[in-house]
């Protein structure tokens, strides 16, 4: 059995780490009756003899004793953190996994890079190898963090992944900031993060604030529709903290639970069996045709079903859910751009024929590269979300994320015509005006490939002439 490490960073991959943990422990309780540490509770957490000084873990097979996450917790700023050591996960954690300090990096990208990363950066590293020493056979990085705020130090995290860790798969959940966004410095820390997650991440599922804010507001409508029984369930596992471990509501909540079930379900097959579980180094394997090109759009169904009591969708209905926009944690238009690849990981009691009955069903309205027509890569887990029969998470790696960079970059454009707000980055110790120059070259030549993808839409590029053999 494998296992993997989350590595929480900021306050938004602190409070996402957070939801994560909540909703995780709650799937497990919900199978496993017996109180036995198991392989599927192994890949996420360890357990710990608390009699034994060294804290060493018990052996799979044995009662659960004393769970501790597979986590490493990082913040600048130790509000998030301390709350977390306060509440009833608090007991999940401990100080080898968490790194904090009180003055935060005020929405500066250098001073998160520059400045913590060079300052923490043995402790950082430090920590990543204790969390690594107690896995087997470690599988996978997950790294969660913002790009708005101070991203700084998420993106310097990421590139000591791959320094120590160069063998290990780094799956990026990056939440994008709106274009109204309150912090008047995103757009430059967010390119400036862009150029890192390029360059560093095995592949990046981008998250926009704006797509969960509206999730969260279609489902508030939804529950106040004067329809019989429209009201949000209080056992919700994605628009209320109720139900969990995690108590009253907190702002976010709802959020921040949407990405919580994203992660939810692309861990699925690492936590439990199924008949057809997909490796998570095969996500990047399968889904990722070029380097550079690994932004994967997450789309999750059922998702409004998760929160609010209304009919459940029947099996078909969620394939065809899942490749329609409201149900992307990314505002795009998969179905107007081109798709490289595309992942279906399932959930639940659902046959191998039923998926390929809705592939088939659904391929001729998915545009698909000429080289890769059946670039499909499916995962069966068997074991559904709770409360539900069966769920689908639908990444896909599709152009359609391109007006998105091009609106980050016009939005830094802007900022940087006139220089403003510069003086902030260029007085933080190794921040050159340089970096900024290579970051949005960075995108504009992300955004040229796929631009070029595109340009090959509609084009048929026949197969080269096989070898004809003589009988």
Not at 177 to 183: F, G, I, L, Q, T
Request: charged content about 20%.
């Amino acid at each position: 059995m494998t296992q993997s490490v989350v590595v929480q960073v900021g306050q938004c991959g602190n409070q996402v780490g957070c939801r994560f943990w909540d909703l995780a422990l709650r799937e497990h309780a919900h199978i496993n009756k017996k109180g036995l540490y198991d392989e599927a509770l192994g890949s996420f957490f360890r357990n710990v003899d608390s009699r034994d000084c060294d804290g060493g873990a018990s052996v799979v097979g044995g009662r659960i004793q004393h769970l501790k996450a597979r986590a490493v917790l990082v913040d600048m700023e130790e509000g998030v953190v301390n709350e977390i050591l306060q509440g009833p996960l608090r007991e999940m954690f401990d100080s080898t996994q968490l790194l904090t300090d009180v003055s935060g990096s005020g929405n500066n990208w250098a001073v998160g890079h520059m400045t913590y990363g060079s300052a923490y950066r043995e402790q950082i590293v430090d920590k990543l190898r204790k969390a690594s020493e107690h896995c087997d056979c470690l599988q996978c990085f997950f790294l969660i963090h913002s790009l708005g705020g101070g991203s700084g130090l998420g993106t310097r995290v990421l590139s000591l992944l791959e320094e120590e860790f160069p063998e290990v798969c780094r799956i990026v959940t990056s939440i994008y900031p709106s274009a109204e966004d309150d912090v008047i410095t995103s757009p430059y820390n967010s390119v400036l993060a862009m150029r890192e997650l390029t360059e560093h991440a095995d592949c990046v599922l981008p998250v926009e604030n704006q797509s969960l804010v509206d999730i969260v507001n279609k489902i508030k409508r939804m529950s106040h529709d004067g329809k019989p029984g429209s009201v949000i369930k209080s056992e919700s596992t994605v628009i209320s903290g109720q139900g969990g471990l995690s108590g009253a509501e907190k702002p976010f909540d709802a959020m921040n639970n949407i990405v919580a079930n994203l992660l939810l379900n692309i861990t699925s097959s690492a936590r439990f069996e199924g008949s057809l579980n997909m490796d998570l180094n095969e996500i990047a394997m399968n889904l990722v045709p070029f380097p550079r090109l690994h932004y994967l759009v997450p789309s999750l169904t059922p998702l409004y079903t998760l929160a609010v009591n209304v009919p459940t969708r029947r099996l078909d209905q969620m394939f065809s859910d899942a490749f329609g926009k409201d149900h992307q944690l990314i505002r795009a238009e998969p179905k107007h751009s081109l798709y490289l690849a595309c992942a279906l990981m399932v959930r639940g009691n659902v046959q191998v024929s039923d998926l390929r009955r809705n592939i088939e069903r659904l391929k001729p309205s998915l545009p698909f590269v000429s080289w890769n027509q059946e670039g499909w890569k499916t995962g069966l887990c068997s074991v559904p979300p709770v409360g539900h029969s069966h769920s689908l998470l639908a990444l896909a790696n599709n152009t359609c994320v391109k007006p998105t960079f091009m609106e980050l970059r016009e939005r830094f454009t802007k900022l940087y015509r006139k220089k403003a707000h510069l003086h902030h980055y260029l007085q933080v110790e190794g921040m050159e005006q340089s970096l900024f120059s290579e970051a949005i070259s960075s995108l504009s030549s992300l955004i040229e490939e796929y631009h070029q993808l595109d340009a090959t839409r509609g084009r048929f590029m026949p197969d080269a002439p096989r070898l004809s053999i003589a009988v």
